[in-house]
């Protein structure tokens, strides 16, 4: 119960939106903004513990917890998630907002990848190629550019309220090769001699 707490208060903390103004679920609000961008993210990370007011690191868990948890809160939502085993669960339609990066939300589609986010654990190559294989997808059907798509971390650098030496968001993580993954979803940058 301790790790579901945790886990619901990150998520929380990366919404940064009341209440009221999500209704994100298994749908959320008609988007008014053109898709322009993908956001990936990871399901484990830091945050405050309520308890302690103190940092700690909240693990992956799995992919039915963490849908669970996320469908069950009117506040969550995610539009996509990836287990390590490159299962891939839908959850809001992508034509519908869910609140998962403050100020970019509604201009953006939200992919959970199940890894601690925390630079060390591994992404399996089955994740990977199911995330490549998605994300090929979204750039045809949406015209996605390679500059589209986005970390967590890139967008958010807002720090934690328990410790303003540790960022909020860190996800996916270091350990997430993202040129890789880029190069495989659009042709590799050569750089110009």
Known sequence: MKIR??????LLAA????????????????????????VIHSTG???????????????????????R???????LGIHYMIDRDGTLRASVPEDQVVHHVFHYSGRSIAIELINDGDGRDPFPDAQLSSLVKLLSDIKQRRGITRDGIKRHSDLDHALLSCDS???RKVDPGAAFPFA????????????KT
């Open 5 to 10: 707490s945790a886990v619901i208060g990150l």
């Open 15 to 38: 919404l940064a939106v009341p209440a009221s103004d999500a209704e994100a679920r298994r749908t959320g609000k008609v988007r008014t903004e053109a898709i322009d961008m993908v």
């Open 69 to 75: 948890n996320i469908e069950a809160d009117h506040n």
């Open 180 to 191: 890789s993954i880029l190069d495989r979803v659009f042709q590799p940058q050569h750089k």
């Open 165 to 167: 030496t540790q960022r």
């Open 45 to 67: 990370g830091p945050t405050c513990d309520a308890a302690t007011g103190k940092p700690i690191w909240v693990k992956a868990g799995t992919l039915e917890e963490n849908l």
